[in-house]
């Protein structure tokens, strides 16, 4: 494997040298001005990763992942936005990364030519993340290209969605089958098969011929669900036109709709879990059986489960030196753990990583720590360094569309996820996404879920889990001690809310951690929360309904209880004391609070959440809402003059998001 592309050979065995590239149509393009190569079958992603950059950019002062979860859309010019992880690489593409602020001295121009001659070529898309909430992608609000109407809409093209799509078929049903990335057969191949089972390989093979044929099947690849109202779907999809990627926003009106959306892999809690150079190991393993992507020629592995060894035998087997398998669990039985002593791989029990942090600054390599994980973390043991750290998570079913249907939700405390709860008319569940282990499972709730749908009879799903005498239970996400002084944040999700274990815990008043800064949640971060304790087990359900089942940005509305304004003659004076303090000109305002707090009288404002000086206040609040509005009223110096306007309240230390509603005026 050649340090320079990142990529396993073609003949890489266990099918890791890139299922979906053709390596006899080697292709260029430019990204932010930079020559990007790769194959037919890259995408936009896949190609800039082998390609050697790995990170998106900084949130405050420090380096974040590129990743699927995380990456800047990139535009082709004329106001396109397009994802790069489900955007194909096409030869002679000019792309640049659009979304938040890039620093152009070194992304692109003479300086940025400059730098890559002296330095080499940069790592990274140079993006800055800060405090302010990342605007949701424009096919968001984007007008619709078509309307599809089918009796049946799948979303997921895993071997669950692919068995009800087989199902739909059988009974003589239309339906859309909605894939978000470019071929069929989801994560199958990552956990392999079990006893008897045919081969993942077999069971895609044999779903997707099921298909073959069938006119009353459309598939949508490189298509994303995004939102759902009643029985109809908003999608974007990415589709080539005259050689150029181009989105469209389809409208799939069905009367029945199947989520297979399947379940994420999530994120350890540790200092520089989102380093550059850590990656999920569900994702090395996409990269690698996709696309051949495996940066470096050193891995760590470090996992609650016994897939990740899979994973390291099979990259063992390519050239990769496998440094160690760190398991949290103590002891651990399973076929996957016999085979690594066989082959000599060093392993370790009861570790969790305790930071991770990059060797120098902008450059490839990782310094990785381990801590017991024994009745709480309490020892620190040698770091390691590495080129790449495999960090293996628990599972979260993703049901975000659950979710904006009107699904409800609550925490499975058997399995430490945020499950699904009750029924929906006309919406079904199925695979992962409806909690199941196995491929059994799956297979056969893709076509109880269609059945139901249609009012026939379906036999039960079974779900047979490895009894534990012969394969160790997973353990929940791993997490380390909590240290103040940790250098590197520790984020509780892999996505955009940017959200850090020391925000989520930094209030007293139950979920408000969570809520200083006005941004969606991923379901990762409900389960992070509650598994640190920043939010309860009984909370978590509703707290994801209020703060993930937004499509959109999240606003004055949603999870918000918004605060009425006081009639004219309830506007109470301020106390004499304040007059002057904050200028002739002082107004008096209407304010509501990011998690449904009311202020008591005395808290300062502030325009931003890092400054604390009291000379620097801007306001303060001095009196409540009438009863059953959070918030409270507050006097502001003359300047922030317009409703929505963001601003941040100290309460009890905690600096707490919060809106201007209404100016008031008092009675002349």
Same mark, same amino acid.
């Given at each position: ?338 085979? #690594?002593? !066989?082959?000599?791989? =060093?392993? +370790?029990? *009861? @570790?969790?990583?305790?930071? &991770?942090?990059? $060797? ?71 695979? #992962?996404? !409806?909690?199941?282990? =196995?491929? +059994?499972? *799956? @297979?056969?709730?893709?076509? &109880?879920?269609? $059945? ?71 379901? #990762? ?8 304790? *920043?939010?309860?087990?009984?909370? &978590? ?128």
């Amino acid at each position: 494997m050649s340090a320079l592309s990142n990529r396993f050979p073609a003949d890489a065995p266990h099918g890791l040298g890139g299922a979906e590239l053709d390596r006899d149509k080697p292709l260029q393009f430019r990204l932010n001005g930079r020559v990007i190569t790769g194959f037919a079958g890259d995408t936009v992603l896949s190609a800039t990763l082998a390609n050697g950059i790995q990170i998106a950019g900084r949130h405050r002062d420090e380096a974040l992942a590129l990743d699927e979860s995380f990456a800047p859309l990139v535009s082709t010019g004329k106001g396109i936005a397009l994802p790069m992880e489900r955007t194909p690489a096409l030869p002679g593409l000019e792309l640049v990364t659009i979304g938040s602020r890039r620093d152009p001295i070194v992304s692109s121009g003479l300086l940025g030519a400059l730098r890559n001659r002296l330095l080499g070529p940069a790592r990274t898309l140079n993006h800055r993340y800060g405090n302010e909430p990342m605007a949701s992608p424009p096919w968001h609000s984007a007008a619709l290209d078509e309307t599809i109407e089918t009796d049946i809409a799948i979303v997921g093209g895993g071997v669950a969605g692919l068995s009800a799509a087989v199902a739909a078929a059988g009974a003589g049903k239309n339906c859309v089958l909605i894939e978000r990335h470019q071929s069929l057969g989801g994560t199958i191949r990552y956990f392999g098969a079990i006893d008897a089972e045919a081969t993942p390989e077999v069971t895609v093979e044999r779903l997707v011929t099921g298909l073959a044929g069938k006119s009353s099947v459309s598939i949508l690849t490189r298509a994303e669900a995004f939102a759902i109202a009643g029985t109809t779907l908003r999608v974007h999809q990415v589709v080539v036109d005259n050689g150029k990627p181009v989105s469209r926003v389809l409208a799939i009106a069905a009367r029945h709709i199947v989520l297979a959306t399947g379940a994420s892999e999530r994120l350890p809690l540790f200092p520089g879990n989102r380093t550059p150079g850590v990656v999920g190991a569900l994702t090395a393993f996409l990269r690698a059986e996709r696309f051949g992507v495996w940066p470096g020629r050193r891995a760590l592995f470090t996992t609650p489960n016994s897939f990740a060894y899979r994973l390291a035998l099979h990259v063992a087997d390519a050239g990769i030196e496998v440094q160690r398998i760190v398991d949290s669990r103590l002891s651990t039985t399973s076929r996957f753990v016999d085979f #690594a002593k !066989a082959t000599g791989i =060093t392993l +370790a029990s *009861a @570790l969790a990583p305790s930071h &991770a942090e990059p $060797l120098q600054r902008n450059q490839p390599g990782l310094r990785v720590g381990f801590a017991v994980a024994i009745d709480g973390i309490a020892q620190d043991s040698s770091a390691m360094e590495t080129d790449q750290l495999v960090a293996a998570g628990a599972w979260q079913p993703d049901i975000l569309l659950w979710l904006r249907a009107g699904g409800r939700a609550a925490w499975d405390q058997a399995n430490g996820w945020l499950g699904p709860q009750g029924t929906l008319p006309a919406v079904a569940l199925a695979g #992962a996404a !409806a909690g199941y282990h =196995t491929t +059994a499972a *799956a @297979l056969s709730s893709g076509k &109880a879920a269609v $059945l139901g749908l249609l009012g026939k009879m379906a036999p039960p799903v079974v779900d047979a889990i490895i009894e534990e005498a012969f394969e160790t239970p997973d353990a929940r996400t791993p997490i380390a001690p909590f240290r103040s002084s940790a250098r590197s944040g520790t984020y509780l999700d892999r996505g955009s809310s940017l959200i850090t274990r020391r925000a989520a815990a930094a209030s007293r008043y139950g979920i408000s951690g969570l809520a200083t800064r006005a941004v969606q949640l991923g379901l #990762a971060d409900i389960a992070a929360a509650v598994d640190i304790g *920043a939010i309860t087990a009984r909370d &978590a359900g509703s707290v994801a309904a209020e703060r993930c089942a937004l499509s959109g940005e999240i606003r004055d509305v949603g999870w918000r209880v918004p605060a009425q304004p006081a009639p004219d003659q309830e506007v109470p004076l301020p106390p004499a004391y304040l007059a002057g303090r904050f200028g002739d000109k002082a107004q008096i305002w209407t304010i509501t609070a990011a998690d449904a707090r009311s202020f008591e009288p005395g808290c300062l404002v502030f325009e931003n959440s890092e400054t604390s000086d009291p000379l620097k206040a801007i306001g303060v609040t001095f009196a409540p809402h009438r009863a059953g509005a959070n918030g409270g009223i507050a006097l502001l110096r003359s300047g922030p003059d317009a409703a929505g306007t963001e601003l941040y309240v100290r309460d009890a230390g905690t600096a707490v998001a919060a809106r201007l509603v209404e100016r008031l005026k008092l009675r002349s």
